[in-house]
């Protein structure tokens, strides 16, 4: 019943969300490398492909043209057999996910994951206020219906790999 939403694709799309600093990238890759699916990691689309309406000088990052966005990613997505990982999910029209994942992290160990990425004091304390208050989660919540939105601890190594495992059976269940 999770694909509900694959009327026009064999293969489904999984979204990867969290606050910046919670483990997407590192998933999306590994998940990628051992099922073949594609990841598009839609801050480098949108660096590369300047889907943004300039640089935010108060949130350190760039203002992403959903519309833009959206359109750029469509052809693939609608393929199907993506992992989309991005650090917001509600711009992103509903039927193109069949799972999504929203990945949690402990306040210190992200804390001291966005310290070593070098980002500044203020940069680091919306993120983990932003983690605190689940906004992410919510996000998905809102946007998704409630089976096919999950939420995964991504503190340890451990976790990581117990992700990507839960999420190749899946893949491999659902293929
Ligand atoms: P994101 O893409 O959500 O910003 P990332 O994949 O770049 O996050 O990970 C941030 C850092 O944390 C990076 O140095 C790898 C590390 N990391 C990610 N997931 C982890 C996990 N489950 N356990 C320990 N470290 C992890």
């Known amino acids: 019943?999770?694909?509900?939403?694959?009327?026009?694709?064999d293969k489904p799309n999984i979204m990867i969300t969290g606050t910046p600093g919670t483990g997407k990238t590192s998933l999306c890759e590994q998940l990628a490398r051992e099922t073949g699916f594609r990841h598009i990691n839609v801050g480098d689309w949108v660096k590369e492909k300047s889907l943004h309406s300039g640089w935010d000088d108060d949130f350190e990052c760039f203002v992403l043209d959903d519309d833009k966005v959206c359109d750029a990613l469509e052809e693939l997505v609608e393929e199907g057999g993506c992992i989309v990982d991005h650090h917001g999910c509600d711009m992103f029209p509903e039927r193109w996910f069949d799972l999504v994942i929203v990945l949690q992290t402990d306040n210190s160990t992200l804390f001291d994951r966005l310290q070593r990425r070098g980002y500044s004091q203020k940069k680091i304390q919306e993120n983990v206020e932003c983690e605190i208050m689940m906004v992410v989660a919510e996000e998905a919540r809102e946007s998704y219906k409630e089976e096919i939105v999950k939420l995964l601890p991504s503190n340890t190594s451990e976790d990581l790999e117990r992700n990507l495992q839960q999420l190749v059976d899946w893949i491999r269940a659902n293929t």
């Open 1 to 9: 019943n999770s694909l509900i939403n694959m009327s026009s694709r």
